[in-house]
């Protein structure tokens, strides 16, 4: 397999350090301020900014003192120009204060990424976890 653009590993980097120190800024940030985003939770898309915004502010502010370790592992990455895209699978991880891992889940995800200003920043993105075809119940933990 190609290496991955060293750019791809430094916006999963800050993507997962964003999340972890609840960075609201730093998470936003990663995005194109147009950015569609099709999450795996509840609501169909968010169309910009703003309406992430206001998710990820709420998300981060339900966790009380505990953190979210992501990890972004299996990426594939094809890079054109100014334009890649990567899928790869997500785990994400509640972390207690005490530093224990207390439960986790794992997303299908999938980055269109464009260059702004020299860095890559997520113009689309698509989570996603399995149905299964007994229970109709998301799948997140497949492996």
Known sequence: MAEIDSRIIRICDAYERAVYEKDVEAFVGLYNSE?????AWE??????????????EDWFSSLGDERVR???????????HDLATLSARATYAAISAAGE?????QNRLTWVLGIE????????????VPIGFKDLKGLLHPE
Do not use: C, P, Q
């Not at 609501?43 to 998710?55: I, L």
């Not at 891992?101 to 889940?105: D, G, P, S, T």
């Not at 200003?117 to 997520?122: L, R, V, Y």
């Open 117 to 128: 200003e020299g860095a890559w920043k997520i113009v689309h993105e698509h989570t996603s």
């Open 70 to 80: 992501v990890t972004i592992d299996r990426i594939r990455t094809v890079v054109v």
């Open 101 to 105: 891992e207390l439960r986790a889940m």
């Open 43 to 56: 609501v169909w898309s968010y169309e910009n900014a703003g309406e992430r915004r206001k998710v990820v």
């Open 35 to 39: 950015a569609r985003v099709f999450d």
